[in-house]
């Protein structure tokens, strides 16, 4: 599945900020830094290292950013989004562990009270603990993104109201 770019994918700068932390982003500062210090100075004697030299550089922490954009997106909605309950139709694996979280696969029917009830899928991390929260047909907190009422974040149950 590919992942679609969110509306505007510099409104996720702050929350790439709270998933790496202070010292996450400036590890990635530095990095750039040292490379791109190395091909400048390289380029007296050599002005194609630079391209050489940095264009591997960005495009590994392009990707690296690529693939906390899920987190960062579900981040955001967390922050900004509106309430609402859904009821579990279908839970997923993936097969992807990370650290003590699985990413999952979830189909959902949101029940807002803004608009009719509508079925969105996507894939999102959680807690190994809290996966038992999620079986087919329980009804949990999600928060809606109110650009698109397709991009939707389940509430683990630390959050639950």
């Known amino acids: 599945?590919?992942?679609?770019?969110?509306?505007?994918?510099?409104?996720?700068?702050?929350?790439?900020?709270?998933?790496?932390?202070?010292?996450?982003?400036l590890g990635i500062a530095f990095s750039?830094?040292?490379?791109?210090i190395g091909g400048i100075m390289a380029t007296g004697e050599a002005p194609w290292a630079l391209p050489l030299v940095m264009v591997p550089c960005v495009t590994m922490?392009?990707?690296?950013?690529?693939?906390?954009?899920?987190?960062?997106?579900?981040?955001?909605?967390?922050s900004v989004g509106a309430p609402a309950?859904?009821?579990?139709?279908?839970?997923?694996?993936?097969?992807?562990?990370?650290?003590?979280?699985?990413?999952?696969?979830?189909?959902?029917?949101?029940?807002?009270?803004?608009?009719?009830?509508y079925r969105v899928a996507f894939r999102e991390l959680?807690?190994?603990l809290a996966i038992g929260h999620f079986r087919p047909g329980a009804d949990i907190p999600v928060m809606v993104d109110p650009d698109d009422p397709q991009r939707v974040t389940v509430r683990t149950p630390a959050s639950f109201d």
């Not at 750039?32 to 791109?36: E, I, L, P, S």
């Open 32 to 36: 750039v830094g040292v490379v791109a």
């Open 85 to 117: 309950r859904a009821t579990v139709v279908e839970v997923g694996e993936t097969g992807v562990s990370v650290m003590n979280a699985w990413l999952v696969r979830f189909v959902l029917d949101v029940h807002s009270g803004a608009a009719a009830d």
């Open 126 to 128: 959680v807690p190994k």
């Open 61 to 78: 922490v392009g990707w690296f950013l690529w693939r906390l954009l899920p987190a960062a997106e579900s981040l955001r909605i967390a």
């Open 1 to 25: 599945m590919v992942l679609p770019l969110p509306h505007n994918p510099m409104r996720l700068l702050p929350y790439y900020g709270r998933l790496l932390g202070w010292s996450g982003c």
